[in-house]
């Protein structure tokens, strides 16, 4: 299943992010992974999450992206809630390719067992039909 966290600057994605991400860690009996763009919630989010930054690994595009949470998962089955904090700082300002990779992850998340949440930057009016079946 994946959740998509949409909004633009300063409507208070990033503290719902983490708000979802504390209820997960207080329940969850898999392992919980935050991806983000720059070192930002190290002190906002729970320690037994594993923070990824996404700028010590070079992700800088789409297909990078979908390669990293593929390799997180083959390297670890228990990994049952992935977090995604700012999409399109990671894979560049790009409404095609964000919708294109929430595709792929609800497929991802659907066929791996996961729950997936990323946040976007955009306007919700601005989203297409099929980015809002995943608000």
Known sequence: MIHVIMGL???GKTKKLID???ATVATASGDVV??????KLTYDVNYRVRLVDSEE???NSLDMLKGFL???HAGN???THVY???LYKTIG?????????VVWCAEFAKINNMEITVTISDDIAEASEVMKQYL
């Open 70 to 72: 593929s390799g997180l």
């Open 20 to 22: 979802s991400i504390h």
């Open 84 to 86: 995604i904090d700012n």
């Open 57 to 59: 690994y070079g992700i």
């Open 77 to 79: 089955f228990d990994i």
């Open 9 to 11: 600057k300063g409507s």
């Open 93 to 101: 300002n790009d409404r095609a390719a964000g919708e294109a990779f």
């Open 34 to 39: 935050c991806i983000e763009y720059g070192k």
